[in-house]
């Protein structure tokens, strides 16, 4: 069964410091998320991607977050410089039909992002 | 902005007693999704739900979309100890917008 794809698994970083997470989607999928998990806590959108540009954005995607599909099949998360409240899984997700219509949405297994 | 509520937060449930969570939003929904996560791991989707007052069932779990499509549920009969984790509902304020998941009810099982 096809799945999406996450590096790394778990990223320990220094506050201050640039952070690049990796996702590669289900191939034939034309939209891309990304979400972010603070531990025991609830799922939140971060941004979603479709047709190599942002299609929607949540507050909590700052000017210190950036996305990118630098080739056809990865698409990362950079956060540029690392805060505390950072801290969280980051979950990818892909659909094949926008996720507020009927496409249901496909995870990733998460990059864990621990900011010391 | 809207807001997607979820009661109970936390469930403990002997095995073979039922479930059920509820999903509540304060504006009026195009859709709705419901999504598990098990500890650890990652949301899977089960089910959307389109249609007011539409019923779906998987199994053991049933679904249903309130008629003012305001509420949504999830019931489990019988739960099994392979049902722990958090359900999250997932809802798109209007179509085409993306979800706004819920806070989850998180769901245990004594075997």
């Known amino acids: 069964e096809p799945e999406v794809t996450q590096t790394p698994s778990h990223q320990v970083t220094q506050m201050g410091q640039e952070v690049i997470l990796r996702c590669v989607p289900i191939?034939?999928?034309?939209?891309f998320y990304w979400y972010r998990q603070i531990l025991g806590q609830k799922v939140e959108f971060l941004v979603s991607?479709?047709?190599?540009?942002?299609?929607?954005k949540s507050e909590i995607f700052d000017d210190q977050f950036s996305v990118e599909r630098p080739d056809g099949s990865n698409f990362t998360l950079k956060i540029r410089s690392t805060k505390l409240e950072d801290s969280a899984m980051y979950f990818c997700a892909s659909s094949e039909r926008l996720a507020g219509t009927t496409g249901e949405l496909f995870f990733g297994e998460g990059s864990r992002l621990t900011v010391l | 902005g809207q807001q997607v509520m979820q009661i109970p937060q936390y469930q403990h449930v002997q095995e073979g007693e039922d479930f059920t969570t509820y999903c509540n939003s304060s504006?009026?929904?195009?859709?709705i999704q419901w999504y598990k996560q098990r500890p650890g791991g990652h949301p899977v989707f089960l089910i959307q739900?389109?249609?007011?007052?539409e019923v779906k069932k998987q199994k053991r779990l049933t679904f249903q979309f309130g008629e003012a499509k305001k509420n949504s549920s999830l019931h489990i009969t019988a739960t099994q100890t392979t049902d722990v984790g958090t359900y999250f509902c997932a809802a798109a304020p209007n179509y085409g917008q993306n979800f706004v998941f819920g806070p989850g009810t998180r769901l245990s099982v004594l075997p």
């Open positions: 504006t009026t929904l195009s859709n």
């Open positions: 739900l389109v249609k007011s007052g």
């Open positions: 191939s034939n999928h034309l939209y």
């Open positions: 991607f479709y047709n190599n540009e942002i299609s929607e």
